[in-house]
């Protein structure tokens, strides 16, 4: 007869046997496998692999900058020289226009004569002597637009020998007086169109102070007129500075020294 299956003793067994393989199954601590070596020296690789690239980024970012600065400067400069051309051809065109379009006044050609020329003595010891004196002459405009305000022509004369040093400073100091009053002075003024003339004469009284007359052998006179034009309002001025020989004689011609015009 068969002996009978113990079934619970071999469950009994198998659940050992069970245990025993879930036991062997959790490795221990001292099983488990070692951290690579190399972990911690990847990380800082990395970290500075990125801060290379953020210097290399940084770097070329300062470069971008330099160059669009000097870019930018570079533009300003050539914009500021156009600017400044266009300027100065303007000034240019303005100035040609003006030069073209505006009144030009001298003294007509071998039109100016001394009518007299008269000392006076006023004490004998030592000599001083006032002179009277008077001209004639003929104005003309050569240029192409109106002459205003022209003023009178202002003599003056000097008993020396040699060419006066200050004559161009002290030429015009009356007559730019009147040309800046115009209409409040008694002055009369004249308006010369283009192309055309206008006689006029003038006196001059002055005082000539303590001088040696037997050992001048030439007189000067210096002449000056302003005037303006109708574009720019400017005022211009024309010196002459002549000489004759002493004593005055009527009959003689004077001679142009310097002439200047602006």
């Known amino acids: 007869m068969n002996s009978p299956i113990h079934y619970e003793d071999n469950t ?51 470069i971008g900058l330099v160059v669009y600065a000097c870019l930018t400067y570079l533009m300003y400069c050539e914009t500021k020289k156009a600017a400044n051309a266009a300027k100065s051809a303007a000034d240019t065109a303005h100035d040609t226009l003006i030069a073209s379009q505006r009144p030009w006044v001298a003294i007509a050609h071998d039109s100016l004569r001394m009518d007299h020329m008269t000392l006076f003595p006023d004490r004998e010891n030592p000599p001083s002597y006032t002179l009277e004196s008077a001209a004639l002459m003929t104005l003309e405009n050569f240029g192409n637009g109106p002459a205003l305000r022209v003023t009178p022509p202002m003599i003056h004369i000097y008993l020396v020998q040699n060419t ?68 720019s309002k400017s005022v211009h001025h024309t010196k002459i500075l002549l000489y004759g020989g002493f004593p005055f004689d009527p009959k003689q011609r004077l001679n142009v020294r310097e002439a200047k015009v602006d």
């Open 164 to 231: 006066p040093p200050d004559w161009e400073q002290n030429a015009c100091t009356l007559v730019e007086a009147f040309s800046e009053k115009g209409d409040a002075t008694d002055v009369v003024t004249y308006y010369i169109m283009p192309r055309s003339t206008v006689p006029t004469q003038t006196q001059e009284t002055q005082g000539l102070g303590q001088i040696d007359t037997a050992n001048i052998h030439t007189y000067w006179v210096s002449v000056c007129f302003v005037y303006r034009d109708s574009l």
């Open 12 to 62: 009994n067994d198998e659940r050992e046997d069970s245990q025993n393989k879930r036991v062997n199954a959790v490795p221990s601590e001292s099983d488990s496998p070692p951290a690579p070596a190399n972990k911690k020296y990847s990380g800082k690789k990395c970290r500075k692999c990125l801060d290379i690239a953020r210097f290399v980024v940084e770097t070329l970012a300062l």
